[in-house]
């Protein structure tokens, strides 16, 4: 048996980088950047207004205040996307609208809610500065600097940033394959007759659920039933994906026929590891057919959630190309007692958010951690590991908190 952080190795070891492909900028929200995107323009590309309101110089209004307003002359209007003519004169003004082109001469906009204006006279209760509204060219970013690095998930902040990089198209690392096989006679489909010892197969929703919210290429391989021939032709299809996760029958029954494939190197299966020093889910068995990762997980509801987003998660995103993959740990002030009497890496699930004004975040642990309670997940946005070497953590320690949602 190995520790979680050696698990954690040699899932890493066997991560290979997915294929590059070029897709139109269009289909490439939720995919993974290949390449740095650097700017070939300054951002923005021109002076431009910051308001909606009037551009002038400053020195015309630097005397002007709420009992003796200045009046400058309205020449013209320019509107965001015009190429205008139009400069200011001494004494003059222009309306501008939000984003235009300041034109030559005007140095200072004015916010149009700051002026009163009858016909082309406009009034200005208060001076300006040099540079007022203005937002200037390149003082975002300058042309050539990196815009966006590799590695980043295309979402709508990145997305937005590459249109404005003028990118067409971009590279992108090929997503992830992902075949799910749910495995025992004993699982029942929602709406089918329960038997004496039937279980309702939450595993293959809870599972499918958790790939199809990280935007993976999902193949639903039903339910393998506790069959040698049933498995091995499952297995066979799975294996032509870039992931395979199979739940359930790999630890020690006597009807546990995935173990006992993967154990006689089914379809040229190597293994890395079987299981891992953790609770819950220490039976997890992982390793590689070809080039398609194998990660055999346990089938009780919470064991196999729990292989899936301490192991599986990080591989996928590692293979998907991110920058970072791994699970992140952040830290937060523990509120209530855990009792954690095995000798293992346990990891409680628990809820963190930020207590008031404080700045502090605080986690809420779950008070019942069996196995085979989904519900202990209900509500439930994190891990708290108790470390190997504790059978307690008390209320007020500060503790690691590993965050469930997101990719």
Same mark, same amino acid.
């Given at each position: 048996?190995?520790?979680?952080?050696?698990?954690?190795?040699?899932?890493?070891?066997?991560?290979?980088?997915?294929?590059?492909?070029?897709?139109?900028?269009?289909?490439?929200?939720?995919?993974?950047?290949?390449?740095?995107?650097?700017?070939?323009?300054?951002?923005?590309?021109?002076?431009?207004?910051?308001?909606?309101?009037?551009?002038?110089?400053?020195?015309?209004?630097?005397?002007?205040?709420?009992?003796?307003?200045?009046?400058?002359?309205?020449?013209?209007?320019?509107?965001?996307?015009?190429?205008?003519?139009?400069?200011?004169?001494?004494?003059?003004?222009?309306?501008?609208?939000?984003?235009?082109?300041?034109?030559?001469?005007?140095?200072?906009? %004015? =916010? *149009?809610?700051?002026?009163?204006?009858? &016909?082309?006279? /406009?009034?200005?209760? @208060?001076?300006? $500065? #040099? +540079?007022?509204?203005?937002?200037?060219?390149?003082?975002?970013?300058?042309?050539?600097?990196?815009?966006?690095?590799?590695?980043?998930?295309?979402?709508?902040?990145?997305?937005?940033?590459?249109?404005?990089?003028?990118?067409?198209? %971009? =590279? *992108?690392?090929?997503?992830?394959?992902? &075949?799910?096989? /749910?495995?025992?006679? @004993?699982?029942? $489909? #929602? +709406?089918?007759?329960?038997?004496?010892?039937?279980?309702?197969?939450?595993?293959?929703?809870?599972?499918?659920?958790?790939?199809?919210?990280?935007?993976?290429?999902?193949?639903?391989?039903?339910?393998?039933?506790?069959?040698?021939?049933?498995?091995?032709?499952?297995?066979?299809?799975?294996?032509?994906?870039?992931?395979?996760?199979?739940?359930?029958?790999?630890?020690?029954?006597?009807?546990?026929?995935?173990?006992?494939?993967?154990?006689?190197?089914?379809?040229?299966?190597?293994?890395?590891?079987?299981?891992?020093?953790?609770?819950?889910?220490?039976?997890?068995?992982?390793?590689?057919?070809?080039?398609?990762?194998?990660?055999?997980?346990?089938?009780?509801?919470?064991?196999?959630?729990?292989?899936?987003?301490?192991?599986?998660?990080?591989?996928?995103?590692?293979?998907?190309?991110?920058?970072?993959?791994?699970?992140?740990?952040?830290?937060?002030?523990?509120?209530?007692?855990?009792?954690?009497?095995?000798?293992?890496?346990?990891?409680?699930?628990?809820?963190?958010?930020?207590?008031?004004?404080?700045?502090?975040?605080?986690?809420?642990?779950?008070?019942?951690?069996?196995?085979?309670?989904?519900?202990?997940?209900?509500?439930?946005?994190?891990?708290?590991?108790?470390?190997?070497?504790?059978?307690?953590?008390?209320?007020?320690?500060?503790?690691?908190?590993?965050?469930?949602?997101?990719?």
């Amino acid at each position: 048996m190995i520790t979680y952080q050696e698990a954690l190795e040699k899932i890493a070891d066997a991560c290979e980088l997915l294929p590059v492909e070029e897709i139109p900028l269009r289909q490439s929200h939720r995919e993974t950047l290949a390449e740095d995107v650097f700017l070939l323009e300054d951002l923005p590309l021109f002076d431009n207004s910051a308001m909606d309101g009037y551009v002038l110089r400053a020195s015309d209004i630097r005397h002007a205040s709420e009992k003796k307003p200045v009046i400058l002359v309205c020449q013209g209007v320019i509107g965001a996307g015009e190429a205008s003519q139009l400069s200011v004169g001494a004494g003059t003004c222009l309306k501008i609208m939000t984003g235009a082109l300041i034109p030559p001469d005007g140095d200072s906009v %004015v =916010p *149009v809610e700051k002026t009163l204006s009858e &016909a082309n006279r /406009v009034a200005f209760g @208060e001076p300006a $500065e #040099p +540079g007022d509204c203005i937002r200037r060219r390149g003082e975002e970013m300058k042309a050539g600097e990196r815009l966006v690095e590799k590695g980043n998930l295309i979402d709508s902040v990145v997305w937005g940033l590459l249109a404005t990089a003028n990118k067409a198209s %971009v =590279p *992108v690392y090929q997503k992830p394959k992902v &075949a799910l096989l /749910v495995t025992g006679d @004993e699982l029942v $489909e #929602p +709406g089918e007759p329960m038997k004496p010892g039937s279980i309702r197969n939450s595993n293959g929703f809870s599972m499918l659920g958790a790939l199809r919210e990280l935007g993976v290429e999902t193949i639903d391989l039903g339910v393998g039933r506790d069959d040698r021939a049933d498995l091995e032709k499952r297995l066979e299809e799975g294996s032509r994906a870039d992931v395979l996760i199979t739940v359930g029958g790999v630890s020690a029954g006597d009807f546990d026929h995935i173990r006992d494939l993967l154990a006689e190197g089914f379809l040229g299966f190597k293994e890395s590891f079987y299981k891992v020093q953790i609770r819950p889910g220490k039976p997890v068995r992982f390793g590689t057919m070809g080039k398609t990762l194998v990660f055999g997980l346990p089938g009780n509801p919470v064991s196999c959630l729990v292989g899936f987003h301490l192991f599986v998660k990080p591989a996928l995103r590692k293979m998907w190309g991110f920058r970072e993959w791994e699970n992140p740990v952040y830290r937060a002030i523990l509120e209530e007692d855990i009792h954690s009497p095995a000798p293992v890496l346990n990891f409680w699930r628990g809820k963190v958010s930020p207590k008031g004004g404080s700045g502090e975040w605080r986690v809420v642990p779950k008070q019942k951690a069996g196995s085979g309670m989904l519900t202990t997940f209900l509500d439930a946005n994190c891990f708290v590991p108790v470390p190997i070497e504790k059978d307690r953590l008390v209320r007020g320690d500060t503790v690691d908190v590993i965050p469930l949602g997101g990719f």
